[in-house]
């Protein structure tokens, strides 16, 4: 199993503001991935985050507005940049290890 | 590329009904296939996986699915409906190969009716 600490766990920031969200993973892995969860809807994957390369972003998803760090192979971080009420989300960081899928708790965002 | 639909946004059922919730998937290579749910302002939990062992899997909670290949389907299923299996329901899927992110359906919210 993995154990997957995310913080922080929630949020409320101003608009215009940026909120660094960070993942430590307790072993070693090659990928993570951060997902958005938008009220009401499913998860959506924003990004896979190698270490020593730059994060593959999805379609809809660009690095000025949600910038990732991957410094090692057990920590991460999502940053959300010059935030709106649209942002306004739950975001989790994953890791796989076949067959399993692990998550972080989730941070719950408001912007306000 | 993985993919996966869940057919049917909401579905209601009677308590003590049988639940039938819908996944069809996508995979250029064999797939993991995954379901969760989520409990009203809750994080995600594992009901249940298929990861190319037995084609039908038991989960928690009285809830199974079954793999059908030949339908490209993971359907999952509980004989009885109880108050306190309402709440969001995704399927996800992934290659076995490994390093590849969980795809998610859209999620299928069920509601129990007493």
């Known amino acids: 199993s993995a154990v997957i600490s995310q913080k922080p766990s929630r949020d409320i920031c101003q608009r215009g503001t940026s909120l660094t969200i960070q993942c430590q993973v307790d072993s070693q892995v090659t990928m993570m991935f951060w997902y958005r969860q938008q009220p009401g809807q499913s998860l959506t994957l924003i990004a896979t985050a190698n270490q020593g390369s730059e994060a593959t972003y999805e379609s809809g998803f660009v690095i000025d507005k949600f910038p990732i760090s991957r410094p090692n192979l057990t920590f991460s971080t999502l940053t959300v940049s010059n935030m709106s009420p649209e942002d306004s989300s739950i975001y989790l960081c994953?890791?796989?290890?076949?067959?399993?899928?692990?998550f972080g708790q989730g941070t719950r965002l408001t912007v306000v | 590329a993985q993919s996966v639909t869940q057919l049917g946004s909401h579905v209601s059922v009677s308590e003590g009904a049988l639940v039938l919730l819908r996944c069809n998937y996508s995979?250029?290579?064999?797939?993991?296939l995954f379901w969760y749910v989520q409990y009203p302002n809750q994080g995600l939990q594992l009901l249940l996986k298929y990861t190319s062992a037995a084609t039908l899997v038991k989960g928690i909670n009285g809830f199974e699915a079954e793999f059908k290949k030949s339908e490209t389907s993971f359907h999952l299923t509980k004989p009885s409906a109880h108050m306190s299996d309402a709440a969001e329901y995704f399927c996800?899927?992934?290659?076995?190969?490994?390093?590849?992110?969980?795809?998610f359906g859209k999620g299928t919210r069920l509601s129990v009716i007493a």
């Open positions: 994953s890791v796989v290890r076949n067959p399993e899928a692990f």
């Open positions: 995979s250029s290579v064999p797939p993991y």
């Open positions: 996800a899927v992934t290659g076995i190969l490994g390093n590849t992110p969980l795809v």
